[in-house]
């Protein structure tokens, strides 16, 4: 195996779930050295390609399905943070998550729907169809959590996002 490979190969061990574009950023070769050796470490079964909500993510074989859709939505700062109160506060109802964590409604439901497919966290209605929020895989869940930090650009798209959707709800209850 070339240095450059092995190079690769240890940069997803240490972040497993990486995208493409950070993957590029953190290296000193070119995008397409990069495609290159990522395509000869897939067919070699040393790493594994997923694509998640736009972005391909790069993982290390001994991540299964579960576990890699997870490491993908753990990268944003947003879905961190509804984790982490879950984690804390389960189980707890949608609004009190938003304004706790003050962000907009529709910016938890979103990140919710992502978590709710990946089996991450559980919707459960009650006799009056109120919903409240559990984690799925709550003794999974924490210990994958600790294994990601998300990159500065997964941040600021994350707070971008925040601040346009509490600019846009604010317009709309001000009408």
Same mark, same amino acid.
């Given at each position: 195996?070339?240095? %450059?490979?092995?190079?690769?190969?240890?940069?997803? =061990?240490?972040? @497993?779930?990486?995208?493409?574009?950070?993957?590029?950023?953190?290296?000193?070769?070119?995008?397409?050295?990069?495609?290159?050796?990522?395509?000869?470490?897939?067919?070699?079964?040393?790493?594994? &390609?997923?694509?998640?909500?736009?972005? !391909?993510?790069?993982?290390?074989?001994?991540?299964?399905?579960?576990?890699?859709?997870?490491?993908?939505?753990? =990268?944003?700062? %947003?879905?961190? *943070?509804?984790?982490?109160?879950?984690? *804390?506060? *389960?189980?707890? &109802?949608? @609004?009190?998550?938003?304004?706790?964590?003050?962000?907009? =409604?529709? !910016?938890?439901?979103?990140?919710?729907?992502?978590?709710?497919?990946?089996?991450?966290?559980?919707?459960?209605?009650?006799?009056?169809?109120?919903? %409240?929020?559990?984690?799925?895989?709550?003794?999974? !869940?924490?210990?994958?959590?600790? *294994?990601? %930090?998300?990159?500065?650009?997964? =941040?600021?798209?994350?707070?971008?996002?925040?601040?346009?959707?509490?600019?846009?709800?604010?317009?709309?209850?001000?009408?």
């Amino acid at each position: 195996m070339s240095d %450059t490979r092995r190079q690769i190969r240890a940069q997803v =061990r240490a972040n @497993a779930g990486i995208h493409f574009n950070e993957l590029v950023r953190e290296s000193a070769y070119a995008p397409g050295q990069i495609q290159y050796h990522v395509r000869r470490l897939i067919d070699a079964g040393e790493l594994v &390609r997923e694509e998640c909500y736009g972005q !391909t993510h790069y993982y290390p074989p001994q991540y299964d399905e579960w576990e890699r859709g997870a490491l993908a939505l753990f =990268r944003r700062e %947003t879905v961190r *943070e509804i984790v982490v109160y879950l984690i *804390e506060h *389960e189980p707890c &109802r949608p @609004a009190t998550v938003a304004d706790d964590l003050d962000i907009a =409604r529709s !910016t938890l439901e979103y990140h919710l729907d992502h978590l709710v497919e990946r089996d991450i966290v559980d919707k459960r209605y009650d006799e009056r169809n109120h919903v %409240t929020l559990a984690l799925a895989n709550p003794e999974r !869940t924490a210990p994958l959590l600790s *294994e990601v %930090t998300p990159t500065v650009p997964d =941040r600021l798209v994350d707070r971008f996002t925040r601040l346009v959707d509490g600019l846009l709800e604010n317009a709309s209850e001000s009408r």
